[in-house]
């Protein structure tokens, strides 16, 4: 495997996991109580058709056929969840959200799996299908919006943490924005 590929894997799990943090403390609660469940199996198989997600989770089979890989515990996938998994959130859990703000930030944190991931090889990452294909990436390209996502992903965890935006966040979080419209 080239370096640069091994190199952009743990890069990618490394922002999988920081999102999948901040996006379990905003949502957790209310999926938990959730009996409308969200999570479908044929999502699940896009994480096993997937070389690149697959190379992240490292499974060769779903956890039953109905389910996929939901368990009573939640998604068994610790990473290399399709990016869908991440940008889904459901009109009560937007509404359930105490302001705009806080709409527009989820929806951006869920986001930055898929942009993250975009353009790789004139499809998303998560989206080659031959894995061949993944030696070929455009690796500059993804190394840069890796850059922009942990910088967004920073910028979130700060307003989390402390209710306030930094001076630069407009202009780093309107980037994953307008891009994924
Ligand atoms: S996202 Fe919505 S539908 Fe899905 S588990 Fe959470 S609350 Fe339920
Ligand atoms: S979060 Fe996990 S269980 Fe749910 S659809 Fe995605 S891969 Fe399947």
Do not use: W
Request: glycine share 6%; aromatic share 8%; net charge negative.
């Amino acid at each position: 495997m080239k370096t640069e590929l091994k190199h952009l894997l743990e890069r990618y799990a490394e922002l999988e996991r920081g999102v999948q943090e901040l996006v379990s403390a905003q949502c957790r609660e209310a999926c938990e109580l959730c009996t409308a469940c969200c999570c479908r199996a044929d999502l699940c198989e896009e994480a096993l058709e997937s070389p690149f997600l697959r190379m992240l989770h490292g499974r060769n089979e779903l956890e039953s056929d109905r389910y996929g890989f939901l368990t009573e515990t939640g998604c068994a996938l610790e990473i290399g969840r399709p990016p869908v998994c991440y940008e889904f959130f459901c009109v009560e859990l937007l509404t359930d959200q105490p302001d705009d703000l806080r709409r527009d930030l989820l929806r951006i944190l869920g986001r930055l799996p898929a942009y993250a991931g975009q353009n790789a090889y004139g499809a998303p990452l998560a989206e080659i299908m031959h894995e061949e294909e993944l030696e070929q990436i455009r690796f500059q390209a993804l190394e840069k919006q890796l850059q922009e996502s942990f910088q967004a992903l920073e910028i979130l965890r700060t307003f989390y943490n402390t209710g306030a935006l930094p001076n630069d966040a407009d202009r780093v979080l309107h980037k994953i924005t307008i891009t994924g419209e």
